[in-house]
């Protein structure tokens, strides 16, 4: 990865921090990225195959409007103020083969269930964010990986890139093209569902696998009173991490004076690729899209203030969100000086909790990725306490999930022990949350927000 530039400077308690040097800004293009180191990105061995991928990618529509994107980045602000509550979530990486009408429909309404459990709880309204329709990369700590029977083979970097399977690990830029119709085909479906989905279907929260928690005549009451209710908000918002800048460029448009990627209504910078001088924060500080970045325990103070003013020099709100993701026992040690950075700097932000990527586990038993629910949930919590501690607003939560009754992460009151694991272990990434699983989680972070008893009448 790229070192940052960086010098010591001795404070006046004789202490030593790193003072991070903004780079120097030259003019914006949706290419300029190209002149700044890279990383996690597929370098294709067929050139001349690429260029016509890309030429041909950036002749097709875009999948989603300007607008859009710009009442989502006025819903965030919103969020930012502590106004809404953001529920963010979907699976670690799309699968081509997922991309069916059950599946989309399920992993939709599923998001929208649990907005309204916090909503319901909660008296706050929600923006409903999903890890979908372009979330088919993955970042990888190792480009290679050894596989028995065939020796050291590239990692599986998601389906646009290339395919689980060992004989099918060449990155072709083929997939770029399938990734992109795949992402149509499932905004077509979710757009068509948003309209003309069944009310109480969508209402009909099923909490029967939690009937042996002690909150479940809690949980049942507001299941129940929800679908009595009335019909329940169906509106979403898509992102992806923004990784392949290749690919993100074709799809990157003019509007409005402005440059907007329009193959999500959101995207973010992953922790492996967040490097100040490097090509991604480049890319994204061109954009007019409300964009994410993933904040872990290697980030720097000094370095978080300088980020934020390269990706939002206007101090616009709801322009950045950053997406803690520390792990659950470090959120009291990591957080507040972030929190004390932002202050400084003086540029309005949206924090979100990414409560899944900083506790992951391997299991003893059976050496499969998995993480604890209880793990998730503490971490929400904790950083719930240090951003009341501090006076800010923790904006929302980023849960890996889905819909299916699998079997990848320990505990919750469906009680998945380490040799349940191999059952329906479905992921080809990182451990999901399944449908229990993430209702019972909802349902616990609502109850941590404070209650705004007088909008919660007034919604219901």
Same mark, same amino acid.
């Given at each position: 990865?790229?070192?940052?530039?960086?010098?010591?400077?001795?404070?006046?308690?004789?202490?030593?921090?790193?003072?991070?040097?903004?780079?120097?800004?030259?003019?914006?293009?949706?290419?300029?990225?190209?002149?700044?180191?890279?990383?996690?990105?597929?370098?294709?061995?067929?050139?001349?195959?690429?260029?016509?991928?890309?030429?041909?990618?950036?002749?097709?529509?875009?999948?989603?409007?300007?607008?859009?994107?710009?009442?989502?980045?006025?819903?965030?602000?919103?969020?930012?103020?502590?106004?809404?509550?953001?529920?963010?979530?979907?699976?670690?990486? !799309?699968? =081509?083969?997922?991309? +069916? $009408?059950?599946? %989309?429909?399920?992993?939709?309404? #599923?998001?929208?269930?649990? &907005?309204?459990?916090?909503?319901?709880?909660?008296?706050?309204?929600?923006?409903?964010?999903?890890?979908?329709?372009?979330?088919?990369?993955?970042?990888?700590?190792?480009?290679?990986?050894?596989?028995?029977?065939?020796?050291?083979?590239?990692?599986?970097?998601?389906?646009?890139?290339?395919?689980?399977?060992?004989?099918?690990?060449?990155?072709?830029?083929?997939?770029?093209?399938?990734?992109?119709?795949?992402?149509?085909?499932?905004?077509?479906?979710?757009?068509?569902?948003?309209?003309?989905?069944?009310?109480?279907?969508?209402?009909?929260?099923?909490?029967?696998?939690?009937?042996?928690?002690?909150?479940?005549?809690?949980?049942?009451?507001?299941?129940?009173?929800?679908?009595?209710?009335?019909?329940?908000?169906? !509106?979403? =918002?898509?992102?992806? +991490? $923004?990784?392949? %800048?290749?690919?993100?460029?074709? #799809?990157?448009?003019?509007? &409005?004076?402005?440059?907007?990627?329009?193959?999500?209504?959101?995207?973010?910078?992953?922790?492996?690729?967040?490097?100040?001088?490097?090509?991604?924060?480049?890319?994204?500080?061109?954009?007019?899209?409300?964009?994410?970045?993933?904040?872990?325990?290697?980030?720097?103070?000094?370095?978080?203030?300088?980020?934020?003013?390269?990706?939002?020099?206007?101090?616009?709100?709801?322009?950045?969100?950053?997406?803690?993701?520390?792990?659950?026992?470090?959120?009291?040690?990591?957080?507040?000086?972030?929190?004390?950075?932002?202050?400084?700097?003086?540029?309005?932000?949206?924090?979100?909790?990414?409560?899944?990527?900083?506790?992951?586990?391997?299991?003893?038993?059976?050496?499969?990725?998995?993480?604890?629910?209880?793990?998730?949930?503490?971490?929400?919590?904790?950083?719930?306490?240090?951003?009341?501690?501090?006076?800010?607003?923790?904006?929302?939560?980023?849960?890996?999930?889905?819909?299916?009754?699998?079997?990848?992460?320990?505990?919750?009151?469906?009680?998945?022990?380490?040799?349940?694991?191999?059952?329906?272990?479905?992921?080809?990434?990182?451990?999901?949350?399944?449908?229990?699983?993430?209702?019972?989680?909802?349902?616990?972070?609502?109850?941590?927000?404070?209650?705004?008893?007088?909008?919660?009448?007034?919604?219901?």
């Amino acid at each position: 990865q790229l070192s940052l530039r960086g010098d010591f400077i001795r404070e006046g308690n004789g202490r030593e921090k790193t003072s991070f040097a903004l780079p120097v800004m030259a003019a914006w293009t949706p290419s300029s990225w190209r002149k700044r180191p890279a990383c996690q990105m597929a370098e294709y061995e067929d050139k001349e195959l690429t260029s016509k991928v890309l030429s041909k990618l950036g002749k097709l529509p875009p999948l989603v409007q300007p607008m859009e994107a710009d009442r989502l980045k006025k819903l965030l602000a919103e969020a930012g103020r502590g106004e809404r509550f953001i529920v963010h979530g979907g699976d670690c990486a !799309e699968r =081509f083969m997922d991309c +069916e $009408a059950g599946r %989309l429909e399920e992993q939709l309404q #599923l998001l929208l269930q649990m &907005g309204m459990l916090v909503r319901h709880i909660s008296g706050k309204e929600v923006v409903h964010i999903a890890r979908i329709a372009g979330q088919y990369g993955k970042p990888r700590s190792k480009p290679t990986e050894v596989v028995e029977g065939h020796g050291e083979i590239m990692s599986f970097k998601g389906d646009n890139i290339n395919g689980y399977l060992p004989e099918e690990r060449k990155w072709d830029p083929e997939r770029l093209l399938q990734g992109y119709f795949h992402s149509a085909a499932t905004l077509n479906f979710l757009r068509s569902f948003e309209k003309c989905h069944d009310p109480a279907k969508l209402k009909s929260i099923d909490v029967s696998k939690l009937s042996s928690s002690p909150d479940f005549a809690s949980l049942s009451a507001d299941a129940a009173a929800l679908a009595k209710g009335p019909p329940a908000s169906t !509106e979403f =918002f898509t992102a992806h +991490e $923004a990784m392949q %800048l290749d690919l993100e460029e074709a #799809l990157t448009r003019p509007a &409005g004076g402005q440059y907007y990627n329009l193959s999500a209504h959101l995207v973010w910078i992953g922790d492996r690729t967040r490097q100040l001088e490097g090509a991604h924060v480049e890319y994204f500080r061109g954009l007019a899209n409300p964009v994410g970045v993933k904040v872990g325990p290697s980030m720097k103070n000094d370095e978080l203030k300088e980020l934020v003013k390269i990706l939002n020099p206007k101090k616009e709100e709801g322009k950045v969100m950053l997406i803690t993701r520390y792990g659950a026992g470090k959120v009291g040690e990591l957080l507040p000086g972030h929190i004390q950075a932002i202050k400084e700097s003086g540029v309005p932000v949206v924090w979100q909790c990414d409560a899944v990527h900083g506790n992951g586990i391997v299991a003893a038993s059976n050496k499969m990725k998995t993480r604890k629910m209880e793990d998730i949930v503490e971490e929400i919590r904790g950083c719930m306490k240090v951003h009341k501690d501090c006076g800010t607003h923790l904006g929302g939560i980023h849960l890996e999930l889905t819909a299916q009754d699998v079997t990848e992460c320990l505990g919750g009151t469906v009680g998945i022990t380490e040799a349940m694991l191999p059952k329906n272990y479905e992921t080809y990434c990182d451990p999901r949350l399944n449908y229990s699983q993430s209702i019972e989680a909802a349902y616990k972070v609502a109850r941590e927000m404070p209650a705004d008893n007088a909008k919660r009448q007034k919604l219901a």
